[in-house]
């Protein structure tokens, strides 16, 4: 396995580089300490047996959480299945290569407290349930949707899949409370099964449905969350043109759910509305 911190050069022939070819992971550290650390590692466990490629050691895996420093920073993790290979075979004995970056890291604590603004993307998610849940190095889809919008007032846009079914944020999981009932889309078509999602669902009772956008003209309180920035209320959604569709005041079933989320992360639990 070859790993470094990210400053030489990826040779061309690198998979993850031509192909997509990989897995990453992005971490918040907190003084040292990876949030979320066990769930991290078992989402790109299982990711390199999808993909069939050689899990690092977790020592490798590890290894730039010798000296991090104090505060937060976010450790990203960019895991290729190496060079080689005839075109899209891949090579009988691959030799992952492990690149990693640590970045500091300033959350915005105004979208825990003042919530916000949302909007649908035009762009619709593949059906691949070969891939469904991983954080895989094919972002291509992600890209296009968040150019979708450029103005600062809107924090991030909802994507469906190609049958008009929710499936996430274009970086953040979706989740909704609809007659008291908190529930998250099911991402067993395409879609990353976020980290942060995975505790809350371990902890709360979440329930993972298929739905399409017209739920959340029904729902009493909607969030974005995810293991780096915590957990957003939302307090307003918007067409792909940018026209109000609905709108959301800031409740105590919002804080509830946030609490519960930033207890995973070491961020604060009690706001100031």
């Avoid at 990876?34 to 990711?47: S, V």
């Avoid at 450029?150 to 846009?157: I, K, V, W």
């Avoid at 609809?178 to 505790?199: D, F, N, Q, S, W």
Wanted: contains cysteine.
């Amino acid at each position: 396995m070859e790993a470094d911190a990210g400053m030489g050069e990826t040779p061309l022939d690198d998979r993850g580089l031509a192909y997509g070819d990989g897995l990453f992971e992005t971490v918040l550290v907190r003084d040292g300490r990876p949030q979320l650390w066990e769930a991290h590692l078992a989402r790109l466990a299982h990711g390199c047996q999808v993909l069939r490629m050689p899990l690092p050691p977790r020592d490798a895996l590890e290894r730039p959480l010798t000296n991090p420093g104090e505060g937060l920073v976010v450790l990203k993790l960019l895991l290729t299945r190496g060079d080689g290979g005839r075109g899209y075979a891949p090579p009988e004995a691959p030799v992952p290569r492990l690149r990693w970056q640590l970045s500091p890291f300033v959350p915005d604590a105004r979208r825990w407290t003042r919530g916000v603004r949302i909007r649908h993307c035009r762009l619709q998610l593949g059906i691949q349930p070969a891939l469904a849940g991983l954080k895989h190095l094919n972002r291509l889809e992600n890209v296009l949707a968040r150019s979708e919008w450029s103005d600062t007032h809107t924090a991030e846009g909802l994507l469906c899949d190609s049958e008009d079914r929710l499936v996430e944020a274009t970086c953040m999981n979706l989740f909704w409370q609809r007659e008291g009932r908190l529930e998250t889309p099911r991402l067993t078509r395409c879609g990353v099964a976020g980290t942060l999602r995975a505790a809350l669902l371990e902890c709360l009772p979440i329930a993972e449905v298929d739905a399409t956008p017209a739920v959340l003209a029904d729902a009493e309180a909607v969030w974005l969350g995810n293991s780096v920035q915590g957990i957003w209320p939302v307090t307003r959604l918007d067409g792909p043109g940018g026209d109000m569709l609905h709108r959301w005041s800031i409740q105590a079933v919002h804080r509830r759910l946030q609490a519960t989320g930033h207890a995973s992360l070491g961020y604060p639990t009690r706001f100031d509305d």
